[in-house]
């Protein structure tokens, strides 16, 4: 059973194998979903989907197993969608209610294909805004297209839900914002950042280990705990961020990602510097002076096992990086590129997280040096981005 959505989830790039396709019949045969597609829906997002960056390609999969829309290239169509001025969805009318009567009385199209060949239609058609209409996209009227109207099916663009009889729960498609190009949030970040995590059974052994017991209880006779040592995540991480002046833009982003840090790695330590490295790094930006930590200390307290991840947008004046006294704080006495190639050959993997979106990278003529210091280990901000970056340092 479910071959056919088992190559359709397979075609829009959702990484499914046979062994969840057999426990998708299983559930099924045990009876966990029955003649009820929702039910059925979340169970098969549940077992076929492991990772939440593919749910996106799930709902678009399986609407495309329900629906039969093969002929629709319905990326376009969104694209189409979104391209309506916005004042055709202003509400300027009342929202429309009509009785149960009125609303039965109304023609659906019968399928979404033919729903959504009509809004293709009305995407041709259109010129103007539209409002209490029962045929074009607009608001306050009976058209299946729009917002604020009423009937019993339709598209809804623009407004919120509120009588619940738009298209299916697949449609909504919420986790776009798990693109590998989108600004990441700290959940995200948390996902993408846990490939980094190595675990080891260390210390005394605690904890009990189900499978050793069942084992030796087989072979004993008798009741034969067996206990291992608690797992615990030994990748040591070291971060050292950039603040001050071009990184303020992008403080929220670097919060998000020092928390979803400190909540994956159980050994992370963390400094700040400005634009370079130089000389020397602080722990508390309130306390710059009195927190700071010579560089040459850094490399003697934390050893070459560190994962180091360098933060930071790396656009600075070129003399900041390549001469001496370039700071734009002090007088530094060795030029920047000195200390970062000094940093590369003190621990094993390090690697840059650039904030400023890739397209950019070009025009900045410090972020190509920096990028070339470190062997092209320099990796944006995006879920991609950062799936790269552990993907190098766990290896």
Same mark, same amino acid.
């Given at each position: 059973?479910?071959?056919?959505?088992?190559?359709?989830?397979?075609?829009?790039?959702?990484?499914?194998?046979?062994?969840?396709?057999?426990?998708?019949?299983?559930?099924?045969?045990?009876?966990?979903?029955?003649?009820?597609?929702?039910?059925?829906?979340?169970?098969?997002?549940?077992?076929?989907?492991?990772?939440?960056?593919?749910?996106?390609?799930?709902?678009?999969?399986?609407?495309?197993?329900?629906?039969?829309?093969?002929?629709?290239?319905?990326?376009?169509?969104?694209?189409?969608?979104?391209?309506?001025?916005?004042?055709?969805?202003? +509400? *300027?009318? !009342?929202? &429309?209610? %009509?009785?149960?009567?009125? $609303? /039965?009385?109304?023609? =659906?199209?019968?399928? +979404? *294909?033919? !729903?959504? &060949?009509? %809004?293709?239609?009305?995407? $041709? /058609?259109?010129?103007? =805004?539209?409002?209490?209409?029962?045929?074009?996209?607009?608001?306050?009227?009976?058209?299946?297209?729009?917002?604020?109207?009423?009937?019993?099916?339709?598209?809804?663009?623009?407004?919120?839900?509120?009588?619940?009889?738009?298209?299916?729960?697949?449609?909504?498609?919420?986790?776009?914002?798990?693109?590998?190009?989108?600004?990441?949030?700290?959940?995200?970040?948390?996902?993408?950042?846990?490939?980094?995590?190595?675990?080891?059974?260390?210390?005394?052994?605690?904890?009990?280990?189900?499978?050793?017991?069942?084992?030796?209880?087989?072979?004993?006779?008798?009741?034969?705990?067996?206990?291992?040592?608690?797992?615990?995540?030994?990748?040591?991480?070291?971060?050292?961020?950039?603040?001050?002046?071009?990184?303020?833009?992008?403080?929220?982003?670097?919060?998000?990602?020092?928390?979803?840090?400190?909540?994956?790695?159980?050994?992370?330590?963390?400094?700040?510097?400005?634009?370079?490295?130089?000389?020397?790094?602080?722990?508390?930006?309130?306390?710059?002076?009195?927190?700071?930590?010579?560089?040459?200390?850094?490399?003697?307290?934390?050893?070459?096992?560190?994962?180091?991840?360098?933060?930071?947008?790396?656009?600075?004046?070129?003399?900041?990086?390549?001469?001496?006294?370039?700071?734009?704080?002090?007088?530094?006495?060795?030029?920047?590129?000195?200390?970062?190639?000094?940093?590369?050959?003190?621990?094993?993997?390090?690697?840059?997280?650039?904030?400023?979106?890739?397209?950019?990278?070009?025009?900045?003529?410090?972020?190509?040096?920096?990028?070339?210091?470190?062997?092209?280990?320099?990796?944006?901000?995006?879920?991609?981005?950062?799936?790269?970056?552990?993907?190098?340092?766990?290896?």
């Amino acid at each position: 059973m479910f071959v056919r959505l088992f190559y359709t989830l397979r075609k829009y790039g959702v990484p499914v194998t046979t062994r969840e396709l057999i426990d998708l019949n299983q559930a099924i045969a045990e009876g966990l979903a029955f003649a009820d597609q929702d039910e059925f829906y979340q169970l098969a997002k549940t077992i076929l989907v492991k990772d939440e960056r593919f749910f996106d390609k799930f709902d678009r999969a399986i609407k495309d197993y329900f629906e039969g829309i093969e002929t629709f290239d319905l990326d376009e169509l969104l694209k189409q969608v979104q391209k309506i001025p916005k004042e055709w969805l202003d +509400l *300027e009318l !009342l929202e &429309k209610h %009509l009785t149960p009567e009125q $609303r /039965e009385a109304l023609q =659906k199209a019968g399928s +979404l *294909e033919e !729903l959504m &060949k009509m %809004l293709e239609e009305r995407l $041709r /058609e259109q010129h103007k =805004k539209h409002q209490g209409g029962n045929r074009m996209i607009g608001t306050g009227g009976t058209s299946p297209f729009g917002a604020f109207g009423d009937h019993p099916e339709g598209v809804r663009i623009g407004g919120p839900g509120r009588k619940r009889s738009a298209v299916k729960v697949w449609e909504q498609r919420k986790y776009q914002n798990l693109d590998d190009d989108q600004i990441l949030g700290t959940r995200q970040m948390q996902l993408a950042l846990r490939r980094l995590r190595k675990f080891a059974r260390q210390g005394a052994a605690e904890e009990l280990d189900v499978d050793g017991t069942i084992r030796e209880t087989a072979k004993q006779g008798i009741l034969d705990v067996q206990l291992v040592p608690e797992r615990r995540n030994r990748v040591k991480v070291l971060m050292l961020f950039d603040v001050g002046g071009s990184m303020d833009s992008y403080i929220a982003q670097c919060e998000k990602l020092f928390s979803a840090a400190k909540t994956e790695f159980k050994t992370l330590e963390y400094f700040y510097f400005h634009n370079c490295l130089y000389d020397y790094v602080w722990k508390d930006n309130h306390r710059r002076q009195a927190s700071r930590l010579e560089t040459w200390d850094l490399f003697h307290k934390y050893g070459r096992d560190y994962r180091v991840i360098i933060v930071g947008d790396a656009s600075m004046a070129p003399y900041e990086l390549r001469s001496v006294g370039g700071s734009v704080e002090y007088m530094n006495d060795e030029a920047g590129e000195i200390w970062l190639r000094r940093l590369r050959q003190h621990f094993d993997k390090t690697a840059w997280l650039n904030p400023e979106e890739e397209n950019y990278w070009q025009y900045t003529q410090t972020i190509g040096l920096i990028k070339q210091i470190f062997d092209d280990h320099m990796y944006p901000m995006t879920l991609k981005g950062i799936e790269d970056l552990t993907r190098y340092l766990s290896r």
